[in-house]
C-alpha cells in the first residue's frame, strides 16, 4: 500500500460558523480570519494505492457550481484534484473506488461533473465504485431544512442513476466497520451529520485516521470548539473526547482534511485535556 495527499481546493469559511459559540477572541489565536471574518480552509483528499485499486477519500467541492455559488466561499491557491493526480502520476480514470465521508458539498462536490454538452450530469470518476452508506445516503436524499444547503441533489443522485454507487455494510448498528473491499475500517459519527464515516488505515507501522468533519482543524482541540454546522453538538462533544482519547493514548497519526496548513497531526494529554503534541508534512511523516 502507498499513501498520497491530494490537495482538492482550498476555500475560506467563516471563522464564527466554523467555531460556534466559542468567542472570536479565543480561536482567532490559532486560525486568523481575514477583514470578511473568513479563515483559511482545505479540501484535502487521499490517495491509497493498494495493489490494482486505487481508492480516493473525499472529493472537495468541484467545479461545476456556479460564479455565486463560488463568490461565498472564496476559492484560493490553484490546486485542483487533476493536478494532484498528475503529480503523483495518476489519471482520475484510473480511480477505481470513490469513497465519501459524508454528501456535504466540500467532501463531494468533486464526484460528479458537468457532461461535454453541459445539459446534464455524470460521475466525474468513470471508472469507479461510489461508496456511501445506507443510513447516511437516506439522511442527505431527504435533508432536514437545517442541511438542505449542504446536500446539493446534482452532487448525489447523479451517483445513484450512473449505477456506480455502493453501501458499506454495517451490521447491527455497529460503531466501527471494517470494510474488505476497500481494505480499511471507519467509525461512525453523528455529532456533525448522521452516520459520517471517518477511515482508519494502517500504514508504515502507523495508525493513521482521515479527521473529515470530526476534527475540521488542529484549532478545534479543545472539546467545546465544535462547529456551528454540527446538527447535534452535544453528540460531537462526547464523539470528539472518546476520539481524542484514543488518539493521545495510542499515538494515532490524525490527517487533516480542513487545516490549510497542517497536513498531519499528533495530539497528548495535558491538564487542560488533549492538545496539539506536533505537526507534520505528509512527506517527512510517511516518504
Known amino acids: 500500500m502507498k499513501l498520497y495527499p491530494i490537495e482538492a481546493g482550498n476555500f475560506k469559511l467563516d471563522g464564527g460558523a466554523m467555531f460556534g459559540v466559542v468567542p472570536k477572541s479565543l480561536w482567532q489565536r490559532t486560525n486568523p480570519a481575514d477583514s470578511n471574518n473568513m479563515i483559511d480552509i482545505g479540501a484535502r483528499s487521499l490517495l491509497i494505492e493498494d495493489g490494482d485499486k486505487l ?98 441533489k446534482e452532487n448525489i443522485l447523479p451517483i445513484q442513476e450512473s449505477g456506480q454507487l455502493h453501501f458499506v455494510d454495517r451490521k447491527d448498528n455497529e460503531s466501527f466497520a ?20 471517518i ?9 493513521l485516521v482521515f479527521m473529515a468533519d470530526l476534527l475540521p482543524t488542529a484549532g478545534h482541540l479543545p472539546l467545546p470548539y465544535v462547529m456551528g454546522f454540527d446538527t447535534r453538538p452535544l453528540l460531537t462533544l462526547p464523539e470528539k473526547k472518546s476520539f481524542l482519547d484514543k488518539a ?33 508534512t505528509f512527506n517527512e511523516l510517511f516518504n
Open 55 to 152: 481508492i480516493l477519500i473525499d472529493t472537495g467541492l468541484g467545479d461545476k457550481q456556479s460564479e455565486k455559488f463560488f463568490s461565498f466561499y472564496y476559492p484560493w491557491g490553484d490546486d485542483s484534484i487533476d493536478k494532484s493526480l498528475k503529480k503523483h502520476g495518476f489519471h482520475r480514470d484510473e480511480i477505481t473506488d470513490v469513497f465519501t465521508t459524508h454528501l456535504h458539498f466540500d467532501h463531494c462536490g468533486g464526484c460528479i461533473q458537468w457532461n461535454k454538452d453541459r445539459t446534464g450530469y455524470e460521475p466525474a470518476f468513470k471508472n469507479a465504485r461510489y461508496w456511501s452508506n445506507k443510513d447516511h445516503w437516506d439522511w442527505a436524499t431527504n435533508p432536514n431544512a437545517r442541511e438542505k444547503a449542504s446536500f446539493l
Open 199 to 207: 477511515p482508519h488505515l494502517e500504514y508504515n507501522g502507523k495508525k
Open 178 to 197: 471494517n470494510i474488505p473491499d476497500l481494505g480499511f475500517g471507519v467509525l461512525f459519527v453523528d455529532g456533525h451529520t448522521d452516520k459520517q464515516m
Open 248 to 280: 493521545a493514548d495510542e499515538e494515532i497519526y490524525l490527517f487533516m482534511q480542513h487545516d490549510a496548513h497542517n497536513e498531519v497531526i499528533t495530539v497528548k494529554h495535558t491538564e487542560k485535556g488533549v492538545r496539539l503534541n506536533q505537526t507534520y
